[in-house]
Every structure is written in structure tokens, then in C-alpha cells.
């Protein structure tokens, strides 16, 4: 059965870093793409980056320039390391695989920005 396992959800102080993670396990064939969003009480879920199987990476612009996700060797794990963060930040925050044509959801954790 595939995985997906995010961890790194914490309270932080505006201006502050955190760094989450998203774990793949389970077996597949075709890999395409891993990817980050995140949902706001009462907002739609938004998009803020990816990083497909050839390795590209794509922001949105809410993302570009604070956040910055990358891959760990074995590929089985992607990290969104995210700085100067501000209030309007404070969201769940979701990982997205897609393998063998199929989408699979973290369980989402939360993110608050707040002093």
C-alpha cells in the first residue's frame, strides 16, 4: 500500500523557519511527481510547489522567493523548508504524490504562525 506521511507541523513566531517533511513508502512503478499545498480555514486548498520525475521544481508565486522544496538521494522523501514566515502562512499543509497514474493525499498538518 503507498504512503504518504507528513510531519514538521508546528506553532511558530512570525519571521520564524520550519521545515516539513513527506515521507513515500509502499511500492510503485511510475513516478511522476511529489508536491506541496496548503489550505486555509475557510480558503481553498492552493498549490506551492512540486518537483516532478525528472527533477524540475515549480513554485507558485505565493511560494517563490520564502519556501524552497527539494529531494532527498533515495527519493523517498521531499522537504519544504519554509522562511520568514508571517501570519496569513497559517494553514494545514498538505503532500501530494502521484505514482501509477494515481493521487494520493498526506493527512495534512497544521502550520500556525502566531506570537
Known amino acids: 500500500q503507498v504512503r504518504v506521511v507528513e510531519s514538521g507541523g508546528d506553532l511558530v513566531q512570525p519571521g520564524g523557519s520550519l521545515r516539513l517533511s513527506c515521507v513515500v513508502s509502499?511500492?510503485?512503478?511510475?513516478?511522476?511527481?511529489m508536491g506541496w499545498f496548503r489550505q486555509a480555514s475557510g480558503s481553498e486548498r492552493e498549490f506551492l510547489a512540486r518537483i516532478t520525475a525528472s527533477g524540475a521544481i515549480y513554485y507558485s508565486d505565493t511560494a517563490k522567493g520564502r519556501f524552497k522544496t527539494s529531494r532527498d538521494d533515495t527519493k523517498d522523501t521531499v522537504f519544504l523548508q519554509m522562511s520568514t514566515l508571517k501570519p496569513e502562512d497559517t494553514a494545514a499543509y498538505y503532500c501530494?504524490?502521484?505514482?501509477?497514474?494515481?493521487?494520493?493525499w498526506g493527512q495534512g498538518i497544521q502550520v500556525t504562525v502566531s506570537s
Open positions: 509502499g511500492s510503485f512503478s511510475n513516478f511522476s511527481a
Open positions: 501530494r504524490l502521484i505514482v501509477d497514474n494515481r493521487v494520493y
